[in-house]
């Protein structure tokens, strides 16, 4: 059969775990061709172990002490923006950049609550009182002082505060020569002293960790303050201009380890913003985070970003294994909660263990849009709606300014609830505050697209295509309304370049596989997903998860067409407890799995009340698609139940038009 893959062409594949890192410190190679790359991933991926889900998900290691820990009386607190008093507002990075240094040192302190960046600085310019702060933190100490920077002076001013009682605990004045080495050594004396005065008894490994100087070269530590503070912005000229800063730094001094993790954290975000190739971003992001852990491996930031990075590789098992490190020795680091729960939920099927690690990261940074905003996610994830409905909430009471929490609450209207035309306004809103974004274009024209209006959806897409050409999800959006509508030419062009970057995604996976379908070549079908989901093709017992259990589905369809029906029933039924694991509502749900299996091993009647269930439930995410085109439900088309099904959407859709209409009128 021509979809088996050869022994020489599978081992002729490198795994994404080798990452480059034989080049010196100073240097992050050059990407491999993007193509070749994403395929060697998906190859990898798909080879790992992906059913994850048969784990205890309430009580992973080291998850109850990590809940206990975080819900104690221990000493607590928020370390404030230390105010810049020089006469030049530019250069409060670095007095931002200090105090974002005195968090982290505080962090690694297990004995200690600390209070993330974003939160405590929140309060910076405001007349709230310092028991209001705590309060609102949750803290029982506040740390606030001041730095003045002239030529080559240093004055930082610091004072610890009892948040019950207003007393100051401890104050001290710094005068120093402006240097690298003198920024540390102030950061370790300042962070000693609170430790003290909070009685936190430091063990020698601790002590030694305190004090350790990350950078000799005043230029790297200026230009990796001011990249940090351009960072938090998340604006895309600033972060390009972050990672600018950051090269600079990390010439000036090749040694210095946090700030290849910072290149790392900044390339990442760039991705995520459409203006960098992920697999460019990941390729250097690895080896930026290789680099610093190769001069220092005791940096919790360091494995909380390697552990993010690798979760999208397939490297599942490294990457537990670097947060769970992360955790040990950062366990005040807010961002490795909320990646390592956004780890267990998106990759490994966990999703209610990913809930507690959300819930510490909220605690740590309650006042951090995004981190709230990752925690709606994951209570999605869990099935946990009406709980993400007001999480969301809560984000806009945070920050109403927060542009995509409003795109976000309508995803999940439509995506769950089935309100779309209750969704598009949210949506329009976060499109009207980041218009330079094409990603609420796509969530627009995907709800037009349900609600039939196909002509609007195809405009949508070609304004998201005109803000960001060639990015492939604007092609993948273009593949499922180009199925619906019957335009074969323009998805098979769309198709090339979402499985250019996207080799397992499965929505145009299955657009070609039923073009193959169409043309009587179920050989050909089996193509499609040779390369990406090769594991689901061979004779061994393939293992289900997140990432392969539609294509599993989609391959058993082939497999019964090709008279193999004990292989495919095999694959369903190794499908059919992860699928049971996962809610059926939201993007990120099983959908029609459940359908799809039963109409594929021949049990109508059952495929259909499922069906039902599923539509009565407020299923309407691609549904057109779904129902009209997809092979797999062919056998179901010709009943009565079947028809009367896809009038009720018909009928519901036709509903939710004219109040669009009637709400646009208004």
């Not at 499109?431 to 974004?437: D, I």
């Not at 037009?448 to 070609?462: E, W």
């Amino acid at each position: 059969m021509t979809r088996h893959m050869s022994s020489d062409r599978t081992a002729s594949k490198s795994t994404p775990a080798s990452s480059p890192d034989g080049h010196g410190h100073g240097h992050v190679p050059e990407p491999a061709p993007p193509v070749r790359w994403l395929r060697i991933t998906a190859a990898a991926a798909a080879g790992l172990a992906l059913v994850l889900w048969y784990f205890d998900v309430g009580h992973s290691p080291g998850q109850d002490d990590i809940r206990k820990e975080a819900e104690s009386d221990r000493p607590s607190i928020a370390v404030l923006p230390f105010a810049n008093m020089n006469s030049d507002e530019s250069q409060s990075y670095f007095s931002d950049g200090l105090s974002e240094e005195i968090i982290n040192s505080l962090s690694t302190q297990r004995g200690l609550k600390v209070i993330a960046r974003t939160s405590s600085f929140s309060y910076r310019g405001q007349s709230e009182g310092v028991s209001g702060i705590a309060e609102q933190l949750d803290v029982s100490h506040i740390l606030e002082g001041s730095v003045r920077r002239e030529d080559d002076a240093l004055r930082v001013d610091v004072q610890l505060v009892d948040a019950d009682t207003g007393d100051q605990v401890w104050h001290e004045q710094f005068d120093e020569a402006l240097s690298a080495t003198n920024v540390f050594a102030i950061r370790s004396e300042i962070a000693a002293a609170v430790l003290r005065s909070l009685r936190i008894t430091l063990s020698s490994e601790d002590r030694a960790r305190l004090v350790r100087t990350p950078t000799e070269s005043l230029a790297a530590l200026d230009a990796y303050f001011e990249a940090r503070q351009l960072m938090e912005s998340r604006r895309p000229e600033e972060l390009s201009r972050a990672s600018e800063l950051l090269g600079s730094a990390i010439e000036n001094d090749p040694e210095f380890a946090l700030a290849y993790v910072a290149l790392a954290d900044t390339l990442r975000l760039r991705s995520s913003d459409g203006t960098l190739p992920w697999s460019v971003a990941d390729q250097q992001g690895i080896a930026a985070i290789r680099n610093a852990l190769s001069i220092d491996d005791r940096l919790g930031e360091a494995y909380a970003s390697l552990g993010h990075l690798l979760g999208p590789r397939g490297n599942y098992w490294e990457a537990e294994e670097a947060f769970k490190r992360g955790i040990e020795l950062s366990p005040n680091y807010a961002p490795l909660y909320q990646w390592y729960a956004e780890f267990l939920w998106v990759y490994v099927a966990r999703p209610r263990e990913a809930v507690s690690y959300a819930r510490i990261s909220v605690a740590l940074d309650p006042r951090s849009a995004i981190i709230n905003r990752d925690y709606a996610y994951t209570l999605i994830a869990a099935g946990r709606f009406d709980e993400a409905v007001e999480q969301y909430k809560a984000v806009i009471e945070i920050d109403p300014e927060f542009a995509p929490v409003y795109n976000d609450l309508g995803v999940l209207y439509h995506g769950v609830f089935g309100r779309v035309a209750e969704a598009i306004p949210l949506i329009e809103k976060t499109q009207s505050m980041s218009p330079s974004s094409p990603y609420p274009l796509l969530s627009l024209a995907a709800a037009y697209a349900d609600l039939d209006d196909f002509d609007k959806a195809a405009s949508l897409l070609d304004r998201a295509e005109q803000i960001a050409p060639g990015d492939p999800r604007s092609a993948a959006a273009r593949v499922v309304l180009a199925a619906i509508t019957g335009d074969f030419g323009v998805a098979r062009a769309d198709a090339e370049t979402v499985l250019k970057n996207w080799p397992w995604h499965v929505p145009t996976l299955r657009y070609l596989r039923d073009q193959e379908l169409a043309n009587g070549g179920v050989p050909m079908a089996f193509e499609a997903y040779e390369f990406s989901f090769s594991n689901l093709l061979g004779d061994d017992p393939p293992l289900i998860g997140p990432s392969n259990f539609a294509a599993a589905i989609d391959i058993a369809y082939l497999l019964v067409l090709e008279g193999r029906p004990e292989r495919a029933e095999k694959i369903l039924q190794l499908a059919k407890p992860f699928i049971e694991s996962r809610p059926r509502m939201s993007w990120f749900g099983s959908m029609l799995a459940d359908v799809r299996i039963q109409a594929i091993l021949g049990n109508d009647e059952q495929a259909l009340a499922l069906l039902r269930e599923a539509v009565d439930a407020g299923w309407r995410v691609s549904w057109r698609f779904e129902l009209e085109h997809d092979m797999a439900l062919s056998s179901l088309r010709e009943t009565p139940e079947y028809a009367a099904i896809i009038e009720t959407i018909n009928a519901d859709m036709k509903r939710q038009r004219d109040s669009l209409h009637e709400s646009e009128r208004q």
